[in-house]
């Protein structure tokens, strides 16, 4: 995969975690429920992105890139690599900008 295939695949990634965040997880932030990023409801959704990455990764190197057998180093990679853009989508800074005064 090449620059644009990554930027596109991290732009999804982040686009869903940040969906995740904003709809599931940040009333649970609010009441208190979650409190670190290291809470298992977050590490459960690193797991779940992790699996379902694997497979999609399987998938393109199979069907878009050609790959004649599975090449685990690339599908390891790149379901790491789209772990950790979920990672940041999923616990962003902040999730509204405020103007400054």
Excluded at 52 to 72: C, Y
Excluded at 85 to 92: C, W
Aim: with cysteine.
């Amino acid at each position: 995969m090449g620059f644009l295939g990554y930027l596109l695949m991290g732009s999804i990634v982040y686009v869903i975690a940040f969906m995740v965040n904003l709809k599931l997880l940040r009333a649970k932030r609010k009441s208190g429920e979650i409190t670190s990023s290291t809470h298992p409801i977050i590490l459960s959704w690193l797991i779940v992105c992790f699996v379902i990455m694997l497979g999609v990764s399987a998938l393109i190197g199979r069907f878009i890139l050609d790959h004649d057998s599975f090449d685990w180093a690339f599908i390891v990679v790149n379901s790491l690599v789209a772990t950790v853009v979920f990672y940041f989508g999923l616990n962003p800074d902040t999730s509204q900008m405020n103007l400054p005064d």
